[in-house]
């Protein structure tokens, strides 16, 4: 079996860094609120600790558990997506509580574009970054989700035609962290359904600008790592105008021809022609853009021949300038601050007041680890000072600043890693919107092993967070980001783990927080380092980096020792470990180059990879607790042998991926060992896939769960039920489905298998969903047949 991930219980005292989720001292939480130290572990950072610890900013870009894969084939409201033996319902975060770089306040997950109405200050749209397109009617007071159900949720830039408000556009795939995306879709009925508006060969595999031209609803403008799009007749057809890496677009307030793009490692681009052409702006600008890997622009509506533009070098902003003349000539702004550092490739916004051209707002990462949070300057640029706090100090902002804007009548919307704020007082003070908005991204999920009520989930800057009793809200009980997690099985409620990134141990127990990571400091690991519990021992835990580690004792000392070599990393690093039910010594580990090792003796390791089968990245190995000769394991790749599987203890392999839709990648894995066959769950970057079967036939989730990226799976077989994390909406569960029902033999063949599935969607497609079938059929007894009649009794 595999060790569930990490876990932590949330009891009072339980917070790494200075807040107990228990306590009743609002003051002295308040005063501990506005003097916040840096918040990822160990407890106590200084900014000069975050200067030099860059490395534990955010994931990289491209990171495999982070990009997830649009659904293939995917068509708007497809028949397809109901026909499903699972049925989910959400968990939550909504929203997470007591979040440390929060004030304490609510947090959700990163958000980076906002789309306020044009005209309505109480309607505002949002693109979260991997939670797909979101909306509010009332200021932020509650959220609905929008696009769930589009063929992928990450998202780069939401925009609405100023035109003709009743439109709104999608644009999918995060440009900063390069997650993939779909192209382009529209609505044309405030959100409430969808028709795709560009395909990736139009436009490329992500966004980082969509707008519609003023005055002309028919010419689309687009940008991404692709380059400058755009459709001159409202997205029937897209041309590539300038195939350059753009980060940024700035349109022109009310002439439909004058628009600017930022070319990474170039410069500034200006078009007098609604795009048909451009000339670069040079005067006063870098000549040479070479090692800018990303410009940011921003436009003055209130005089649109003002601009002003950030340069960024690696994790700093290299200089920022201003324009009078429409670019024609440009002034750096010397004392404009290194705003974004030291994020600035991921951080880093220029918004300018649409009333008064002087005000300038720019993001990067948080005052006390970084040079800014929200700064603002009310003079064009000669003086700035921090608003992270609010000119008040009476509230604050969560870290790593996305997006700012400004709703029609003046209210500031700013979106950043930990979802939404306003300020309707020209930022005196910050109000979170968070509530009922569930974007959180989870790496990595742990179950509680006797209460159902509480989960773990690991999370992408808004630390490691538990689900404590049957409630959407999750406080935060470890700051910063969230990894793998496991509770003590022995002890549940008294002590269990958690990581942070690049394998950074900590145990929580009655005494408190302990940072307890072994002596690899040295080792190539990944972000997010796979930790898992031995299932036979409690206290002992095994860490992956290029190598395996192992502590027995990691309630008390927890005394590190490498049990392998770097050679089972196959020059890479460890994505995967599972150690054998019944005996601690045979452990399998999967890596990044795609190889498959084993111990039976916890020492010596076996090289089981199967170079003419296996693919680029394993992503997850499971065995079976009663036989350890029998393992799973699935592949990060979208074609070849996703999911495999072996009898004998990997001496030969079996290809299980059967009809698995070339696209999907294998990302999760879970077995439900109860059926015979069992039951495997895979999780892809649009949802989960089970197959009954052995992966002869595989059945997507249904119209319940959102097509998100699934970051890990974890059934808990005592009460018959598997949790999904997902990576942008939170966690999900479900009643594990018993297999196709015995007396749901439909073709009456004598076996009850995928075609007698088939069989039934023939009959619901012809709209006779009893029609010819046996009152035998109706297995779960309510008067109907349908489709959770075939489940509704297993065969084993």
């Known amino acids: 079996m595999r060790a569930r991930d990490l876990g932590v219980i949330g009891g009072c005292g339980a917070l790494l860094i200075g807040l107990s989720a228990c306590s009743n001292d609002k003051e002295e939480s308040s005063a501990m609120a506005m003097a916040r130290p840096d918040g990822p572990p160990p407890a106590v950072l200084t900014g000069e600790y975050w200067m030099d610890h860059e490395e534990f900013g955010p994931p990289p870009p491209g990171y495999v558990k982070i990009v997830g894969e649009p659904m293939p084939n995917w068509e708007p409201g497809g028949l397809g997506l109901a026909s499903n033996p699972m049925q989910w319902s959400p968990l939550g975060p909504q929203p997470i509580v007591d979040e440390f770089w929060s004030g304490p306040d609510e947090a959700s997950g990163r958000v980076v574009s906002i789309a306020p109405h044009p005209q309505s200050e109480n309607i505002v749209y949002i693109a979260s970054a991997s939670g797909g397109v979101w909306k509010t009617v009332d200021q932020g007071e509650n959220w609905i989700p929008l696009t769930d159900e589009l063929s992928i949720l990450n998202h780069g830039v939401v925009a609405v035609d100023p035109n003709n408000p009743t439109t709104v556009y999608a644009g999918t795939g995060e440009y900063t962290t390069g997650s993939s995306g779909d192209g382009i879709f529209r609505s044309l009925d405030e959100g409430a359904t969808w028709e795709r508006a560009a395909t990736i060969d139009q436009v490329g595999v992500n966004c980082s600008g969509l707008a519609v031209a003023p005055g002309n609803s028919l010419l689309l403008h687009h940008t991404g790592a692709a380059g400058y799009s755009r459709s001159v007749d409202g997205g029937l057809t897209w041309n590539i105008m300038l195939d350059r890496n753009v980060s940024s677009l700035a349109l022109h307030p009310t002439d439909p021809n004058v628009l600017y793009v930022a070319v990474r490692s170039d410069g500034v681009y200006r078009s007098d022609n609604g795009g048909l052409s451009f000339v670069r702006l040079g005067s006063g600008l870098p000549s040479d853009g070479a090692g800018h890997a990303r410009i940011v622009i921003a436009l003055a509506k209130s005089d649109p021949n003002r601009l002003y533009a950030a340069y960024v070098r690696g994790s700093n902003i290299d200089a920022t300038y201003a324009t009078s003349n429409g670019g024609d000539s440009w002034t750096e702004l010397l004392n404009a601050p290194n705003f974004a550092r030291p994020q600035a490739w991921y951080d880093t916004f220029i918004a300018v007041d649409p009333a008064d051209k002087n005000i300038v707002y720019a993001g990067g990462v948080f005052p006390t680890y970084g040079e800014a949070g929200v700064t603002r300057t009310l003079d064009g640029g000669a003086t700035w000072n921090d608003v992270t706090y609010g000119t008040s100090g009476a509230s604050q902002v969560h870290p790593d600043q996305h997006f700012l804007t400004f709703g029609p ?271 495997l769950f895979v999780g892809s970057g649009h949802g989960v896939y089970v197959s009954f079967d052995l992966g002869e036939f595989w059945v997507k989730d249904g119209n319940d769960l959102p097509n998100v990226n699934i970051g890990d799976l974890a059934i808990d077989f005592a009460n018959n039920t598997i949790t999904a994390g997902t990576y942008g909406r939170g966690a999900w569960r479900s009643p594990l489905p018993n297999g196709l029902g015995c007396d749901a033999d439909i073709d009456g063949d004598g076996d009850v298998d995928a075609e007698d599935f088939f069989g039934f969607l023939d009959l619901f497609a012809n709209g006779e969903p009893g029609a010819d079938i046996d009152e035998d059929g109706d297995i779960d007894a309510d008067d109907f047949f349908g489709y959770l009649d075939l489940f509704a009794q297993g065969c084993g």
């Not at 800057?461 to 910063?480: C, F, H, K, M, S």
């Not at 099985?489 to 940072?515: M, S």
């Not at 190889?595 to 296996?614: K, P, Q, Y």
């Open 409 to 679: 009548t003046g209210i500031i919307w700013l979106g950043n890693d930990g979802g939404v704020w306003k300020s309707t007082d020209n930022v005196a003070t910050w109000i979170d919107t968070n509530a009922t908005l569930t974007v959180t991204q989870n790496y990595n999920i742990s179950l509680h092993p006797t209460d159902p009520n509480r989960v773990i989930g690991g999370t992408q800057d808004n630390g490691t967070v538990e689900r404590q009793i049957d409630d959407p809200d999750w406080p935060q009980i470890l700051a910063g980001d969230g990894g793998f997690s496991a509770y003590d099985f022995d002890e549940p409620d008294i002590r269990h783990y958690a990581t942070y990134v690049y394998l950074a141990v900590y145990r929580q127990d009655d005494n408190g927080t302990d940072q307890i990571s072994g002596p690899w400091g040295g080792d190539p690991k990944n972000f997010i380092a796979p930790l898992v519990m031995d299932p036979n021992d409690a206290k002992t835990l095994l860490g992956g980096t290029n190598r395996i580690w192992r502590t027995r004792t990691a309630d008390t000392t927890a005394n590190w020792t490498a049990i392998s070599t770097s050679e089972v990393g196959s020059g890479g690093t460890i994505n995967a470990i599972a150690v054998a039910m019944g005996n601690s010594n045979i452990i399998y580990t999967g890596n990044r180059g795609g190889g498959i090792w084993r111990t039976i003796d916890g020492e010596n390791w076996e090289n089981l990879t199967d170079n003419n089968l296996f693919g680029g990245s394993v992503s997850d190995i499971f065995i079976n607790p009663k036989d350890s000769d029998n393992v799973y394991a699935t592949f990060y790749d979208t074609s070849g042998a996703r999911v495999i599987g072996t009898n004998n203890g990997g001496q030969s392999w079996t290809d299980y991926t059967g009809e698995l839709p070339v696209g999907v990648s294998a990302r999760a894995l879970e077995v439900d060992w109860n059926l015979d066959p069992p039951t």
